[in-house]
């Protein structure tokens, strides 16, 4: 199975900065169709996982869009830009290019 | 509007059974490939089951912890999804999500208790 580590388990943010959140696959996430299969969902307290960024950098809809994905076959980013109170919760990277999909641990963001 | 409603979770002791169900609504189901993913107590995402549509012959795939002792399945004609789970362990302990189209579209979670 494709192992997904993120770091860092979790960040403190002061409200108008930016955040920083880092993925790693054991194997490429680039498919031959030349897509590469990261997503990436936020949990905030209490509800469901909601999906913020497709296909490692494309934004799902109704996402602010001062969330971005970027990245490489094995190294991704979500960053988001000028945090604020409703970014708090954990975040996730999951690979979807092959059964089972897998899911990094978790990074939890609050505010200072 | 999307929806997708688990139910059908609870508290069930060890080896016992548990069907959950998730209703849909608002997108055209029998194309979809419809998920579950669970939720550890310690928040950890595990996905655990697809089924595909009929023109994919509604292949079903496992993760292997799952394998033998859960089962995927679906009515289009209810635009729903179940899981069963049988043979059921402590480690089973999760909230139960179903997702489609790349974890799009959530349901709201549903717990499932495995203890004496």
């Known amino acids: 199975d494709i192992v997904m580590t993120q770091a860092p388990l979790s960040v403190s943010v002061t409200p108008g900065e930016s955040a920083s959140i880092s993925c790693r696959s054991s194997k490429s996430l680039l498919h031959s169709n030349g897509i590469t299969y990261v997503y990436w969902y936020l949990q905030k307290p209490g509800k469901s996982p909601q999906l913020l960024i497709y296909r490692m950098s494309n934004l799902a809809s109704g996402v602010p869009d001062r969330f971005s994905g970027s990245g490489s076959e094995t190294d991704f980013t979500l960053k988001i830009s000028r945090v604020e109170a409703e970014d708090v919760g954990i975040y996730y990277c999951g690979q979807l290019l092959e059964n089972p999909w897998t899911f990094g641990g978790g990074t939890k963001l609050e505010l200072k | 509007e999307v929806q997708l409603v688990e139910t059908g979770g609870g508290l069930v002791q060890p080896g016992k059974s548990l069907k959950l169900t998730c209703a849909t609504s608002g997108f055209t189901f029998s194309t979809a490939w419809m998920h579950w993913v669970r939720q550890s107590p310690e928040k950890r995402l595990e996905w655990i089951a697809r089924?595909?549509?009929?023109?994919?012959?509604?292949?079903?795939d496992y993760v292997e912890s799952v394998k033998g002792r859960f089962t995927i399945s679906r009515d289009d004609s209810k635009s729903s999804v179940y899981l069963q789970m049988n043979s059921l362990k402590e480690e089973d302990t999760a909230t139960y999500y179903c997702?489609?189209?790349?974890?799009?579209?959530w349901g709201q979670g549903v717990m499932v208790t495995v203890s004496s």
């Open positions: 997702t489609t189209y790349y974890g799009y579209y």
């Open positions: 089924i595909k549509d009929k023109s994919n012959n509604y292949a079903t």
